[in-house]
């Protein structure tokens, strides 16, 4: 075939004007237009912005490795292309400079983090093949939570794999650990306990996965049982919120709320004993998880949970969850004290100390009305200098020229309650006390309260 049967060449007839010129040579031009688009878009797709950026992060220049971290953000705020975040993957495997803010991850994590942004399912192989190469925790917990964010069998399964994998690792034990390995391990447990929880709660796994997890669940709970167990105090409410304790406590009540999907009797040897706890946290979490297994605890031990404020909150969604509002006692299930439960709920979740019943009042209460009918808000006030235990009965109230912060609950729709689930979330507002506060707050933006 000749090649101007392909490409014609331009007739040698035209005149001298710039017209004619471009019509003798327009089909030629426009088959090389049309021949060039596809070539220069394959040269783009495969042209990588994250190759330089992986080379800058092995360079022993600190500098170098400080303008690579800020590229790499930019490119994950614009999401990486399918190929690029398989090379995040794939480098991530290998090894880097040590990390020069060990608080923030290493290169291996940032990668995957990156990655991350725009989960894929086929991602889901190349994790676990390379999962053993993940040479740290940080890169490790990436690995992991990334497949916790792609929604299908199999990565739910090599989830569990994994995590089965992890848990049996001597490494993970946190003796002879220093305070930032202890840290380190604990947040890493914590995504693992969250993520395998939520599979619970759903009833995701196999008999086989259910199988092979049961051990291990039980083991973890065992550990931090050891940890946890001996912490415990009769007197006072200060040790509940130290910061070593108040971290075995994250993970423990994981694990409790775990041992309610864990048949036999290993399991429920581990719940009864967290039922014993002087921690009411744990213990009515406890309560909690025996009741999935058809156990009903004694009325007065729900009745001490519904006494105090915050274990009130958690007594009710417990009860809520398993249709079981039967148990909750009468007498504290009205919204003002589910109201209180909430506020306290949230300050105690912001790290405020603890509370006595006596020392947090409701001043007002203010009604809007929306679409979705009338919606009740809840004005309390507390000492400024914080709470006291709702357990140290009797305990002298604060002094009465001591300033007041106030306190926000709600908004909960009026043909809902009594309930401790508001309608929004809203702020602890943290704004001091006055009596003109709960007309103040009402005219805010609905929006901004939010």
């Known amino acids: 075939m000749k090649l101007a049967n392909i490409l014609p060449l ?33 040269c783009q797709k495969t042209s990588s912005r994250l ?57 291996e994590s940032n990668l995957i983090i990156t990655a991350a942004r725009k989960p894929q399912p086929e991602f889901v192989p190349i994790i676990r093949r390379l999962f053993g190469s993940y040479s740290s925790l940080h890169a490790q917990r990436a690995a992991i939570n990334l497949l916790g964010r792609i929604d299908n069998e199999e990565s739910m399964a090599t989830a569990i794999d994994l995590i089965i ?19 380190m391990i604990m947040d890493f447990e914590q995504d693992m306990y969250t993520l395998t929880r939520g599979y619970l709660r759903n009833h995701a796994l196999s008999s086989s996965a259910m199988t092979r997890l049961t051990p291990v669940i039980i083991s973890a709970a065992q550990r931090y049982a050891a940890l946890v167990g001996p ?39 581990e719940l009864q004993t967290a039922r014993a706890y002087s921690d009411p946290y744990l213990n009515v979490l406890a309560i909690g998880s025996l009741l999935r297994h058809t156990i009903v605890a004694r009325p007065a031990e729900y009745e001490l949970a519904a006494r105090d404020a915050q274990t009130r909150w958690v007594l009710y969604t417990v009860l809520a969850g398993l249709k079981r509002l039967d148990l909750f006692p009468g007498k504290y299930l009205t919204q003002k004290l589910l109201a209180e439960s909430d506020l306290v709920h949230r300050l105690a979740g912001d790290n405020e ?61 009026r043909s809902r309650i009594p309930t401790v689930m508001p309608l929004d979330s809203i702020d602890n507002v943290y704004d001091q006390w006055t009596d003109s506060f709960p007309d103040e707050y009402m005219k805010r933006d609905p929006k901004k309260s939010e």
């Not at 190759?51 to 953000?73: G, M």
């Not at 090894?95 to 020069?100: I, V």
């Not at 994998?165 to 002879?176: I, K, N, Q, T």
């Open 353 to 413: 100390p603890g509370y006595r019943q006596d020392s947090i009042e409701l001043m007002a209460i203010r009604t809007r009305r929306t679409s979705r009918g009338f919606e009740d808000y809840y004005f309390f006030r507390y000492p400024t200098h914080g709470f006291a235990s709702p357990s140290q009965v009797g305990a002298p109230p604060p002094p009465p020229h001591s300033p007041w912060d106030a306190g926000v609950a709600g908004p909960f729709l």
């Open 231 to 269: 912490a415990q105090r009769a007197d006072g409410t200060e040790w509940l919120y130290e910061y070593n304790y108040s971290r075995l406590r994250k993970n423990m009540t994981l694990l409790i709320d775990m041992l309610g999907y864990i048949p036999g009797d290993e399991a429920m040897k």
């Open 165 to 183: 994998e992890v848990e049996g690792r001597a490494a993970m034990d946190l003796g002879e650990k220093n305070d930032d390995q202890r840290d």
């Open 51 to 107: 190759t330089p950026v992986i080379e800058q992060f092995r360079s022993k220049e600190r500098e170098v490795r400080d303008s690579a971290y800020k590229q790499l953000v930019k490119l994950s705020m614009h999401l990486l292309t399918p190929e690029e975040a398989v090379e995040a993957l794939e480098a991530a495997a290998t090894s880097f400079p040590a990390p020069d803010y060990p608080r923030w991850g290493d290169t």
């Open 10 to 42: 331009p007739s040698r007839r035209f005149s001298s004007g710039s017209a004619n010129i471009f019509r003798a040579y327009r089909t030629p031009l426009l088959l090389i237009f049309f021949l060039l688009i596809p070539a220069l878009a394959i």
